[in-house]
Each structure stands twice: as structure tokens, then as C-alpha cells.
């Protein structure tokens, strides 16, 4: 059973940091591209990063390019996620996520996700 357990949200202040983990099992973790998606309130899931299975090859949406840093620890079963620069409109539930699959509409349907972590960046 594919199991992805995410922590390390919290509530920042605008301008701070956080690092998110995912632990994953039930699979061959190294196997598989990885991900991060997130979701605000009243808003559709938000494709945020992807990582290849070897962690060589990153992409990120232009929302979080250059604040945001995906990364994986193959001998952990382990997926990452630094946040930096925090911004208010970061707020929302994260989620790791695998087998994510991009419709032609724009969204983004993850095959498994784990349940989430909240971050919520408030003065």
C-alpha cells in the first residue's frame, strides 16, 4: 500500500522559511518521479514541483520558481521541499504527491497524495 506522510508545516510570517518532508512507503520510492501540490482555501489543487526518481531534473511553477526548492533522499524514502521567501498567498494544505498527471484543462490530478501539511503565512 503506497503511503505518503507529509510534515512540517507550520505559521510564519511573510519573508520566513519552512522545510517540508515527505515520508514515503509501501513502494520502491527511487523508482518514481516525485511531487508537490498544494491547495488554498476555496481554490483547485496547484501543481507546485516535480523531481525526477534519481533527483537530477526539477521543474517548478512560476509561482514558487526560485523561493521554493524540491529534493529527495533516495536512502531515506524521503521527499523534500524548502520553502523560502514565504508570501501570503502560500497559504494552503501541501501535499506530496506521485503519478501526478496534467490535464488539458490546466489542473493537475495527483494518482496518490498523502494527507497534507498546512503552512499559513500571516503578519
Known amino acids: 500500500e503506497v503511503q505518503l506522510v507529509e510534515s512540517g508545516g507550520g505559521l510564519v510570517q511573510p519573508g520566513g522559511s519552512l522545510r517540508l518532508s515527505c515520508a514515503a512507503s509501501g513502494f520502491a520510492f527511487g523508482n518514481y518521479a516525485m511531487g508537490w501540490v498544494r491547495q488554498a482555501p476555496g481554490k ?4 507546485v514541483s516535480t523531481i525526477d ?5 526539477t521543474s517548478y511553477a512560476d509561482s514558487v520558481k ?4 524540491i529534493s529527495r533522499d533516495n536512502a531515506k524514502n524521503t521527499l523534500y521541499l524548502q520553502l523560502n521567501s514565504l508570501k ?5 494544505m501541501y501535499y506530496c504527491a506521485r503519478d501526478l498527471q496534467f490535464q ?3 489542473t493537475v490530478v495527483p494518482g496518490y497524495r498523502g494527507q497534507g501539511t498546512q503552512v499559513t503565512v500571516t503578519t
Open 53 to 57: 526518481y534519481s533527483g537530477t531534473f
Open 66 to 69: 526560485g523561493r521554493f526548492t
Open 88 to 92: 501570503t498567498e502560500d497559504t494552503a
Open 44 to 47: 483547485g489543487l496547484e501543481w
Open 104 to 106: 488539458s484543462s490546466g
